[in-house]
Structure formats: structure tokens, C-alpha cells
């Protein structure tokens, strides 16, 4: 079992930048894979960025360039560093982690980012 609590979110004008933490508890092993995922309302959700824990990363094309994903294994915490942020971020940011070994998923309670225009 895995728990997973992320901080972070807030509001923020367009152009600034946030960053997302989450902190995994319970046993974790080294083919989990953690990310990001968001859903703003009336949207399914979706990928941001995942990281494995040798550091191999995916992003989302709306967000490459802009938002960085990093993980310190040491602690089980993933990170989401956030910058120039649109209008078309702001969402529910949801930290993940996927088991290697059996697929299943792992979810935070979720953290709100608004960005402002």
C-alpha cells in the first residue's frame, strides 16, 4: 500500500510558476513509476509527467518546455516545478504512482492550481 500526499498548489497569474511536491509513504520499489496528472473541470484527466527512478521522463506536449518533473528516491518524493503557467493549466494536479511489477495505480488526494489571466 501506498499513500500519497502532495502540496503546493495555489493561485498564480498567468506567467508565474509553482511547484508541486508529493511525498510517497509505504514500501515503494524501483520499477514504480510516479507523476503528475490533472483534470480541470468537465475534462477527463490527464498525463502531465511521469519519472522513472533512474530519472527517464514523459511530458505532455502542452507542457514541455514549461514544467519539469524530478524525483528524489531517497525520500519518495516527486516534484513538479512550474513555469510560465497559463490560464489552460489551472486544474486539479494529482501525484501517481504505478506499480512496476502490477500495474496498479496509486493516487494522491489531488492539489488545486488556478492560474489567472
Known amino acids: 500500500q501506498v499513500q500519497l500526499v502532495e502540496s503546493g498548489g495555489g493561485l498564480v497569474q498567468a506567467g508565474g510558476s509553482l511547484r508541486l511536491s508529493c511525498a510517497a509513504s509505504g514500501i515503494m520499489y524501483s520499477s514504480d513509476v510516479m507523476g503528475w496528472y490533472r483534470q480541470a473541470p468537465g475534462k477527463q484527466r490527464e498525463l502531465v509527467a511521469t519519472i522513472t527512478t533512474g530519472g527517464s521522463t514523459n511530458y505532455a506536449d502542452s507542457v514541455k518546455g514549461r514544467f519539469t518533473i524530478s524525483r528524489d528516491n531517497a525520500k519518495n518524493t516527486v516534484y513538479l516545478q512550474m513555469l510560465s503557467l497559463k490560464p489552460e493549466d489551472t486544474a486539479v494536479y494529482y501525484c501517481?504512482?504505478?506499480?512496476?511489477?502490477?500495474?496498479?495505480?496509486?493516487w494522491g488526494q489531488g492539489t488545486q492550481v488556478t492560474v489567472s489571466s
Open positions: 501517481n504512482t504505478k506499480r512496476g511489477l502490477t500495474g496498479k495505480d496509486y
